[in-house]
């Protein structure tokens, strides 16, 4: 499902921050957002969810943004936050997992059997009652992307999905991006973990001061000294290692040493 960017613009009331990308296109399939924090990564996926108004410089599959999400919203574009108390607000584990089907007005039997699977699916099964704000940060952020993919939107957007899990949440994380890769959805998200980025991404965009300063695959960011510098980010180990012992080929992960 292919994201369209014409001359997209974005100035915060009373700030002197902007956000201009003036023509690009998200690929199908996992595109990782990078940067340093404020460079505008977050602002363009809000852009992106709608959640900022975007003038139509934002389009989907052909259609402005506006238009692609007239009809069925919530099962086209999700989005994930990066901090769980600006997204969680029902009294319930489950009730905040079936409010976005209850708005799609699914029937009330699929709603439940969605409900329990997902729960069981992100190891939550245990804390269906509990208050959300009760639950840990880790499995907060878990509820809140279980939120995102209840509905199997088209388009998923997370903003640091990674971070506040513990191992075993960021495993579970990074297969049910992989599964809706392999299935042929978009996902767009930001990260700081280089390794993870590694590992799992070919597509990445370097923000900075709400530019565009690298569109491409991993590799060719990693090697430009220069622009990481610029960007004040640190390569993956496993290439940094690679480099440090003169490999020809371009080693990402640990999986390929």
């Not at 079936?98 to 439940?112: C, H, V, Y």
Request: charge should be neutral; glycine fraction near 6%; aromatic fraction near 8%.
């Amino acid at each position: 499902m292919p994201i369209e960017i014409k001359n997209l613009r974005y100035t915060y009331p009373n700030s002197t921050f902007s956000l201009e990308i003036p023509r690009e296109t998200f690929p199908t399939g996992l595109v990782c957002l990078v940067g340093q924090n404020g460079s505008g990564k977050s602002t363009l996926l809000k852009l992106l969810a709608d959640l900022l108004p975007a003038d139509g410089a934002v389009a989907v599959n052909g259609q402005k943004l506006a238009d692609y999400l007239a009809d069925r919203r919530l099962s086209k574009i999700a989005y994930a936050f990066q901090d769980p108390n600006d997204q969680l607000f029902n009294s319930t584990v489950a009730e905040e997992l079936a409010w976005s089907m209850k708005q799609a007005r699914l029937p009330a039997a699929e709603i439940a059997a969605r409900t329990d699977k997902i729960l069981e699916e992100f190891g939550l099964s245990a804390f269906r009652e509990q208050n959300p704000y009760d639950l840990s940060l880790s499995s907060k952020k878990l509820l809140t992307i279980a939120s995102a993919l209840v509905l199997d939107p088209e388009i998923c957007l997370l903003d640091e999905p990674l971070m506040s899990l513990d191992y075993p949440g960021r495993q579970l994380v990074t297969r049910l991006i992989r599964r809706r890769v392999a299935r042929g959805k978009s996902v767009v998200m930001i990260t700081h973990d280089m390794d993870w980025l590694a590992r799992e991404c070919r597509q990445v965009w370097a923000m900075s001061r709400g530019r565009l300063l690298y569109q491409g695959p991993v590799a060719g960011l990693f090697a430009d000294q220069d622009l990481m510098e610029q960007l004040g980010l640190l390569p993956a180990r496993a290439w940094q290692l690679s480099q440090l012992l003169g490999l020809k080929t371009e080693i990402l992960s640990p999986d390929e040493l």
